[in-house]
């Protein structure tokens, strides 16, 4: 599917997979691992499941632990098996874009998890739909269903493979038919996904975080432009891509949306993070009594900038971990309601203090101003902002929602501009090559959203939703 966003941020997919073969009671096991990948997406979440005879599935809107509340494993027996947590990026708030997506082909049942935005995904549907195809979903996963099911590919060697490379864009797959699952990354590599071992059976999933949540050992990450298919027969690899030269991994996940105890790209999120507070204090040093981190994503940063400052950090924002995201729920109401509940500000650390926020991104401002406001009325005598990545200029198109550029404040308005804008005494951000610093193979990394250098080309540059008059 297509992406998910933002606490300052706004909206397409972003999701979250997590696939088993070969461990009995597969769906105890995956909707565990959809518990550890929720921060990836809380719109819906589904798991579609396999006895080697039959396909049963489960999805709903909503949190893994509602959707999956009152369905007891033995309704989806099974040891193999995809889930999927969602945040609505192409297609919006419809229970039939809720994934796995689940269709009979003329060989059988398939099911399909995607993460990532498909940049050529509407040549490809209205292809499909010229001659005759009737989509069900108005997401740009579908796209791989008909593909599978079209004859040219269908009926020759190698099906699955060519029919992911007529994908272009940000993909990490699961697929399931019901006796194997299989699980690729695009070219580029944009989207994490990993290999792991329990027992003796296997285990996909787009963080490394949900292995150890269950209790899994982590194998090796799929490789971008690889296909990994898992059977009675074991593993098997093959590549529907060349290397191209280079990767586009997306730098924001370490920045923002992944979980810090993640090994993403090789490396572990929690000391990417680290290094970047780290780099801000040097980059944008300043007087200050203490440094808050904004909860939870500025956590890492801000005892990185502590460390390296020697500014002792506290807590003067407390997560209330009820309430979701907030821009990973969909709908802009929603949104502005959650960003006054997810902090509550301590006046008791805060008072007479000259004040270090550190935020992991600026996107709107919207939000940023509220919390220096928060700061201000809690007694701050300054208070300091300090962003552990470049300012977001560009949209993404690669399944990160950000609002559309004119709403990005960093599209038209100066670092002066932004800190008028929120009030802050001194704003500082770090430098694209600290953002990339921690990292040996910085030309791997998409920095599109911070440079406006898109790796894919863009099928739709002006649409925030590609799909959106199919709605
Ligand atoms: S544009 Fe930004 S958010 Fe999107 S894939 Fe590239 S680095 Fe990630």
């Known amino acids: 599917m297509m992406n998910a966003?933002?606490?300052?941020?706004?909206?397409?997919?972003?999701?979250?997979?997590?696939?088993?073969?070969?461990?009995?009671?597969?769906?105890?096991?995956?909707?565990?691992g959809l518990f550890a990948l929720q921060h990836r997406?809380?719109?819906?979440?589904?798991?579609?499941?396999?006895?080697?005879e039959k396909i049963r599935s489960e999805k709903g809107f909503g949190l893994v632990g509602d959707v999956f509340a009152k369905v007891p494993p033995e309704q989806l027996p099974g040891h193999i098996g995809i889930g999927h947590v969602r945040y609505s990026t192409t297609g919006s708030t419809r229970i039939q874009n809720v994934q796995p997506l689940v269709a009979e082909c003329a060989d059988g049942i398939w099911a399909i998890?995607?993460?990532?935005?498909?940049?050529?995904?509407?040549?490809?549907r209205s292809m499909y739909q010229n001659s005759g195809a009737i989509f069900q979903t108005s997401t740009d996963s579908e796209i791989l269903v008909h593909l599978l099911a079209d004859p040219m590919y269908r009926l020759r060697p190698r099906r699955v493979e060519r029919a992911l490379g007529e994908l272009q864009g940000a993909f990490s797959f699961l697929l399931m038919t019901k006796n194997s699952i299989m699980a690729a990354r695009d070219p580029l590599g944009f989207?994490?996904?990993?290999?792991g071992k329990y027992n003796d059976g296997y285990v996909i999933t787009s963080e490394t975080c949900a292995l150890v949540q269950i209790g899994a050992t982590f194998v090796r990450d799929i490789e971008p432009g690889e296909l990994v298919t898992i059977d009675a027969a074991g593993l098997h690899s093959s590549m529907f891509?060349?290397?191209?030269?280079?990767?586009?991994?997306?730098?924001?996940?370490?920045?923002?949306?992944?979980?810090?105890?993640?090994?993403?790209?090789?490396?572990?999120?929690?000391?990417?993070?680290?290094?970047?507070?780290?780099?801000?204090?040097?980059?944008?040093?300043?007087d200050a009594d203490i440094v808050i981190p904004i909860p939870d994503s500025g956590n890492s940063a801000a005892l990185g900038f502590s460390r390296k400052s020697g500014i002792p950090l506290d807590f003067g924002f407390i997560r209330n971990h009820y309430v979701g995201r907030t821009f990973i729920m969909p709908e802009d109401d929603q949104r502005k309601k959650s960003i006054d509940m997810k902090l509550a500000v301590l006046p008791e650390v805060i008072k007479d203090k000259r004040v270090v926020a550190i935020d992991d991104s600026i996107v709107r401002g919207n939000t940023?101003?509220?919390?220096?406001?928060?700061?201000r009325n809690a007694?701050?005598?300054?208070?300091?902002?300090?962003?552990?990545?470049?300012?977001?200029?560009?949209?993404?198109?690669?399944?990160?929602?950000?609002?559309?550029?004119?709403?990005?404040?960093?599209?038209?308005?100066?670092?002066?501009?932004?800190?008028?804008?929120?009030?802050?005494?001194?704003?500082?951000?770090?430098?694209?090559?600290?953002?990339?610093?921690?990292?040996?193979?910085?030309?791997?990394?998409?920095?599109?959203c911070f440079t406006g250098e898109y790796p894919v080309e863009i099928e739709n540059p002006q649409g925030k939703k590609i799909l959106e008059r199919y709605e």
Do not use: W
């Not at 997406?41 to 080697?52: L, N, T, Y």
């Not at 989207?191 to 290999?195: D, F, G, V, W």
């Not at 990767?247 to 924001?252: D, E, M, R, T, Y």
């Open 368 to 375: 940023s101003s509220k919390r220096i406001a928060y700061l």
């Open 113 to 124: 998890a995607h993460n990532g935005n498909l940049n050529n995904a509407q040549k490809l």
């Open 241 to 286: 891509s060349e290397y191209t030269g280079h990767l586009a991994q997306c730098v924001f996940e370490h920045v923002y949306f992944a979980h810090p105890d993640s090994l993403l790209f090789g490396k572990n999120v929690h000391t990417v993070r680290f290094m970047y507070g780290q780099r801000l204090a040097e980059e944008h040093p300043v």
């Open 379 to 448: 007694g701050a005598k300054e208070v300091h902002m300090r962003v552990s990545c470049p300012p977001i200029r560009f949209p993404c198109f690669y399944g990160i929602d950000f609002p559309t550029r004119t709403e990005l404040a960093a599209s038209s308005k100066s670092i002066e501009e932004i800190r008028t804008l929120l009030g802050a005494g001194s704003l500082g951000y770090l430098s694209l090559e600290g953002l990339l610093s921690p990292f040996e193979n910085s030309q791997d990394f998409c920095t599109a």
């Open 191 to 195: 989207r994490p996904l990993s290999i």
């Open 5 to 32: 966003k933002i606490s300052h941020h706004d909206v397409k997919e972003y999701c979250g997979l997590f696939g088993i073969f070969g461990i009995p009671e597969a769906s105890v096991l995956i909707r565990q």
């Open 41 to 52: 997406g809380q719109e819906g979440a589904g798991i579609v499941v396999s006895d080697g």
